[in-house]
């Protein structure tokens, strides 16, 4: 079974510009969340999917983050414009569904690292 | 809100026995997950805990209290692929049912 795919890899950009990553879930998974983490810290969830609805986006920074699951399975992620705080890996990560009582374990891609100079 | 406290590094020798701590205060709960992360990977799955108690799995086990808010990792037989950042999460409730808080993470370090 194939993984949760991410591109690119590795962005440097300057601030001010724009950059965007793109997910691919593991197929048949309806949840698809996009995280944050900073060097030395744990992951931050920014926005969570539910097929193409958003379920949670209350730590993403509307201002210059948004993202989009249009068909409930691809999504992108992107910031415009960017600043010297948003250097991170951005993780995707899916899940089967959300619902309760399971354990609906989230399985994550390799990542993208963002430099921003 | 949410807050989940973890050492940040703890060392050990290859073959010994390594128990990462976590605390958490968390305004729901649903479940508790360890993840493993190797430096410039993605976090893989380890452990689930929902019921208080002891999970094990091979070498890994978890435990959990929900009364003390208390889980820990505890990892035998060390290997030197072992060393890697250990992530406590905790999934709380609301509409998010599957909205993982993490912490900041316990690097571990195994030396021959």
């Known amino acids: 079974e194939a993984g949760v795919a991410q591109s690119p890899r590795y962005k440097i950009i300057e601030k001010r510009q724009s950059v965007a990553f793109w997910c691919n879930p593991i197929?048949?998974?309806?949840?698809l969340y996009w995280y944050q983490q900073i060097l030395g810290q744990g992951p931050k969830l920014l926005i969570q999917f539910q097929n193409n609805g958003v379920v949670d986006d209350s730590q993403l920074p509307k201002d210059r983050f948004s993202a989009e699951r249009l068909k409930g399975v691809d999504s992108t992620l992107k910031i415009q414009p960017a600043k010297l705080e948003d250097s991170a890996v951005y993780l995707c990560a899916s899940s089967l569904n959300s619902w309760r009582g399971s354990v609906d374990t989230q399985y994550f891609g390799p990542g993208t690292r963002l430099t921003v100079l | 809100g949410q807050n989940i406290d973890q050492p940040t590094e703890m060392t050990a020798t290859e073959g010994a026995i390594v128990q990462i701590n976590c605390t958490y205060q968390t305004s729901g709960f649903n479940g508790l997950f360890w993840y493993q992360q190797h430096a410039g990977e993605a976090p893989t799955f380890l452990s689930y805990n929902v019921l208080d108690g002891l999970e094990e799995k091979g070498r890994f086990s978890s435990f959990l209290s929900r009364s003390k808010g208390y889980s820990y990792l505890l990892l035998k037989e060390l290997q030197m692929k072992d060393s890697a950042s250990y992530l406590c999460?905790?999934?709380?409730?609301?509409?998010?049912?599957?909205?993982?808080?993490f912490g900041g993470g316990t690097r571990v370090l195994v030396k021959p």
């Open positions: 197929s048949g998974h309806a949840t």
């Open positions: 999460a905790v999934r709380g409730g609301g509409a998010a049912g599957n909205k993982l808080t």
